[in-house]
């Protein structure tokens, strides 16, 4: 059996690859806006309920990171149209 990866191997690899690396960047992304949106809506002590100023934030603070990611990916995709 030969070592070598044939031209359309290569190309799947290439492609899985990226969008493995996509997910960790996305993954990464999800985790330090979780940590902002905690950080800055969690205010008071911990319970079996988030207050009601708690909850708005952390709604508004979520809709914020999905408007913002889907602006990005927007963006992203428009780019990589152009170049292709």
């Keep these: ?6 031209e359309a191997d290569q190309k799947e690899l290439n492609a899985f690859l990226d969008s493995e690396q996509s997910k960790a960047r996305m993954q990464t992304t999800v985790h ?3 940590e902002r949106c905690w950080d800055q809506c969690m ?11 708690e909850e708005a934030c952390l709604s508004n603070c979520v809709e ?9 990916v927007k963006k992203l995709e428009s780019q990589r149209d152009v170049v292709a």
């Excluded at 059996?1 to 044939?6: A, C, E, I, Y």
């Excluded at 914020?64 to 990005?72: A, P």
């Design 43 to 53: 205010t008071g002590s911990i319970g079996a309920r988030f207050g009601r100023g």
């Design 64 to 72: 914020r990171f999905l408007d913002t990611s889907l602006f990005i």
């Design 1 to 6: 059996m030969s070592n070598t990866l044939t």
């Design 32 to 34: 330090a806006f979780t």
